[in-house]
Nanobody, 115 residues
């Protein structure tokens, strides 16, 4: 079992920055990738960025060049640095840890970008 907790959301003006954190605990060995997803009201949950155990990163086209995902293996934590935020980035952001083919989700953190 893996427990995932997100933090760092909030309200920011367009053009601003936020950094989200995701801490994993429990059976953290064999976690092969962690990622950030988001879900806006009335929309499906979508992948924002992911990073695997080797450090390879994948980004959604909508955030490339603005968001950066990173991980601190010593702290079992993944970060999402979000710059140049836009109102369309407003959503609940969820962290996912993939371990042996199973995905573990956090409760989510709200990010609101005002215009």
């Amino acid at each position: 079992q893996v427990h995932v907790v997100e933090s760092g959301g909030g309200l920011v003006q367009a053009g601003g920055s936020l950094r989200l954190s995701c801490a994993a605990s429990g059976s953290i060995f064999a976690i092969n990738s962690m990622g950030w997803y988001r879900q806006a009201p009335g929309k499906q949950r979508e992948m924002v960025a992911s990073i695997d155990s080797g450090g390879s990163q994948i980004y959604a086209d909508s955030v490339k060049g603005r968001f950066t995902i990173s991980r601190d293996n010593a702290k079992n934590t993944v970060y999402l640095q979000m710059n140049s935020l836009k109102p369309e980035d407003t959503a609940v952001y969820y962290c996912n840890a993939n371990r042996l083919g199973l995905g573990y989700w956090g409760q989510g953190t709200q990010v609101t970008v005002s215009s």
